[in-house]
C-alpha cells in the first residue's frame, strides 16, 4: 500500500483542558492573553499527517520485519504478536505554526505558544486515530513512538521514515542528523490494534514527565515483554 496524505488533518483545540493546564483561570487577565494566542494559532494552524499500513512479514524474539524494513524491538515485537498488520505513521501541527510560535519575542507568551502548539499536535493525532478507526474498522488502537523507551531507541526513526518514504516531505517533516524531527511538533511512530490499553508510560519509569498518560507499572515488563533469551534487554536505561 502507498502512502496516504491528511492534509489539512482534523484539529480541536481544548480551550478548558488548556487553561487549565496552564494553571490559569478562565476570565483572568492571562487567560485572555491565552484566549488572543488560541485565536491568532487557529488563522495558521495547518497540520498534516502521512501514514501507511504495513504487513509483518517475519519475527524474531526482539524483532520484526515488514515491507522488507527490520524493526527492532521486543516490546513491539510483542505487541505485534498476534498481528499480520500495523500503521506508520508521522503527524505534524505544521510549520506555519511552529514559525508563528517561534517569533514570539515576549517569554510568556511564547511558553503559551508553544503549549498551543503542542495542544494542536496533540488533537490532531486523536483525529488521525479516529481516521484510521473509521476508515480500517480498527478497534481500539494504541501506538509507540522511536525513543519513547530505550528498547525501541530513536535510531528506529531511519527504518520508520523509509517506511513512509519520500512522500513524507510533502508534508514537510524533515529528520535531522541528530534523528530528531522539525517541526519539534511532530509524532512519529506507529498504530496497531491492541485491546488491553497499551501505553508506553506504563513501562517509563521517568519521575514528573509532563506528558505521562497513564501510571508507571513496574512489574509489567517482567510479566508481558521479558525475553527468555539471555540476551534480554532491560526498558530502561
Ligand atoms: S512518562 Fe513521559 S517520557 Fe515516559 S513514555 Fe510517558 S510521555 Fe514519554
Known sequence: MESVILDPLE?????PSLLAGLRLKEGSGHAETVEGLIREAQAVAHPRAIYRMAFIESRGDRHVVAEELRFESRILRV???NLHRFFAFAVTSGRELEAWANAKTDLLERFWADAIDQAVLTSACLFLDRHLQERYGLAKTAHMSPGSLPDWPLEEQRALFDLLGDNRKIIGIELTESLLMVPVKSL???VFTNEDGFASCRLCP???????RVS???????????????????VQS
Do not use: A, F, M, Q
Open 79 to 81: 505487541n505485534l504478536e
Open 216 to 234: 508507571y507499572d513496574p512489574e509489567l515488563y517482567d510479566k508481558k515483554y521479558r525475553d527468555p533469551s539471555p540476551t534480554s534487554h532491560p
Open 11 to 15: 484539529y480541536r483545540i481544548d480551550r
Open 188 to 190: 512519529s511512530g506507529i
Open 206 to 212: 521517568r519521575k514528573g514527565c509532563p506528558g505521562r
